[in-house]
């Protein structure tokens, strides 16, 4: 067994990141051709290291005590085979893709191969830039069904235990405050871009504190015409108006012992924050047409998209409301701000709507990481669902690739107004090394800049710049 010397993409590249590389193991019994296809190689620009065998026994060995990203075999052999090679290969490691060398000659037992698994093959005589782009596809389908599944595994830990979903400083800000709102029963206020996630938060609240067995209600404020929302919150009683046919509980009755959510508390009209305002204060209300109070214990929620104190200032918003809603403030970060948290994002999404829609996706590419952690998502995770849901429709393969992103995502420009290239790295944390090399060197080194371009704190730079080994 020979083991050659590693290819490089860049020859900075610390012994750790070495180390990490995945392996191509060549498996040829012509030395020449061997040779040959070492050299092929060699002109790789991705990284990886690359070992040889002489024979499939020779490579089984290998594969006994070594991991492979691709192993790319003769078909013919002496003693065992290429056939025989792969059925090891896929016994081993489903996700080691296999790439046949083969002739004119046994090009059918090649094609018997492909349904056996293996994920291409090249014809002798070989054009050599069409062998290292076969081989690098290869490799770069395994990074990708490797990266998958490490993301569905983190993102099913997050489906079951219902938490938000995200690693990064800001969604861990948001958690400690979730759990410092649900250990005490005040009314909280949450503020946040739309569709940045503010529900999701109240839902945690609720979930995480002693109300969790109870009823969660909301009601988006700006969904309703002001002359029902009043009704849909208190309720009616049998006779009060034409129509009005039978009791009807309004929503604070519905949530009594648990949660009323009310999204959009912006838009609340001025009479109904004065009603808002009382049950707050004693836990009473009146419902349209009834002569006795009923007395609810709820826990009032809040959430808007726009700054209550600008509204209070306006004349908009009652500002002892705002106090009462106000006991606890909850600020959620657009998404812009938590790009580490986009890979598991889309990966949530991907699970979730795959099923929905009845196809199977195995990922989505790095240049599409890459694009997505990009973008600046004015429409926060609620844009990125939609996305989502776009490339899992237009999808023609099993992993998404850029082609189905809409032009808006691949036609992104750095701050100077540039078009930004996808050459696409080979890992999500390449990605983000890749990323923060690139604003470094547009912001001409300035950290600050560069952490508020990128959407994160500078310490977060510091450690990220620290770990990646990157060099300004």
């Not at 009060?240 to 046919?245: D, L, M, V, Y």
């Not at 809040?302 to 009462?324: C, H, K, M, T």
Request: hydrophobic letters at 40%; charged letters at 30%; aromatic letters at 6%.
């Amino acid at each position: 067994m020979k083991q050659d010397a590693p290819v490089l993409r860049d020859d900075g590249k610390d012994a750790a990141m070495t180390d990490a590389m995945p392996t191509i193991l060549v498996t040829e019994d012509d030395r020449n051709m061997r040779e040959l296809i070492l050299a092929v190689l060699a002109e790789s620009s991705m990284a990886f290291r690359v070992a040889s065998a002489e024979n499939a026994h020779e490579a089984m060995d290998f594969l006994e005590n070594n991991d492979a990203a691709v192993v790319l075999t003769d078909l013919r052999m002496p003693g065992a085979d290429g056939l025989e090679l792969l059925k090891f290969v896929k016994s081993r490691n489903p996700q080691t893709q296999v790439v046949l060398v083969t002739g004119y000659a046994t090009v059918e037992s090649a094609v018997d191969a492909l349904k056996e698994g293996a994920y291409d093959y090249v014809q002798k005589p070989f054009d050599t830039i069409k062998l290292r782009s076969v081989v690098e596809k290869a490799l770069d389908y395994f990074l990708i069904s490797t990266e998958n599944q490490r993301l569905r595994r983190q993102t099913r830990a997050y489906e079951e235990s219902g938490e938000i979903i995200g690693q990064s400083q800001a969604k861990e800000r948001v958690d400690r405050l979730i759990d410092a709102a649900a250990a005490y029963d005040s009314s909280v206020l949450i503020f946040g871009e739309s569709g940045c996630g503010k529900e999701l938060v109240a839902r945690q609240i609720h979930q995480r504190g002693k109300r969790s067995g109870k009823p969660f209600v909301a009601i988006n404020c700006a969904a309703i015409p002001e002359n029902l929302i009043e009704s849909e919150l208190f309720g009616f009683r049998k006779g009060s108006f034409t129509g009005a046919e039978r009791n009807k509980p309004g929503l604070f009755e519905i949530a009594d012992g648990g949660t009323l959510f009310l999204d959009e508390i912006n838009n609340a009209p001025m009479a109904l924050q004065a009603k808002l305002l009382r049950v707050l204060q004693d836990g009473s209300f009146y419902p349209t047409g009834a002569t006795e109070p009923v007395h609810v214990d709820v826990r009032v929620i809040a959430a808007s998209n726009r700054q209550i104190p600008e509204l209070v200032e306006a004349g908009q918003f009652r500002e002892d409301l705002f106090y009462r809603l106000s006991v606890m403030e909850i600020s959620v970060p657009p998404l812009r701000e938590r790009r580490e948290d986009i890979a598991l994002l889309t990966y949530y999404l991907l699970n979730k709507h795959t099923l929905r829609l009845g196809k199977h996706i195995g990922g989505v590419s790095t240049a599409v990481l890459g694009a997505l952690m990009r973008y600046d998502w004015p429409g926060n995770v609620r844009e990125l669902e939609n996305i989502v849901q776009r490339m899992i429709i237009l999808a023609e393969a099993d992993h998404i690739d850029t082609a189905v992103l809409p032009s808006r995502l691949t036609e992104q420009k750095d701050p100077r107004g540039r078009a930004l290239d996808y050459l696409p790295p080979q890992s999500l944390d390449e990605v983000e090394a890749y990323f923060i090399r690139k604003t470094l060197r547009e912001t001409h080194g300035d950290r600050a800049l560069a952490a508020e371009i990128l959407g994160i704190d500078k310490s977060t730079l510091w450690r990220k710049v620290k770990r990646y080994g990157i060099e300004e």
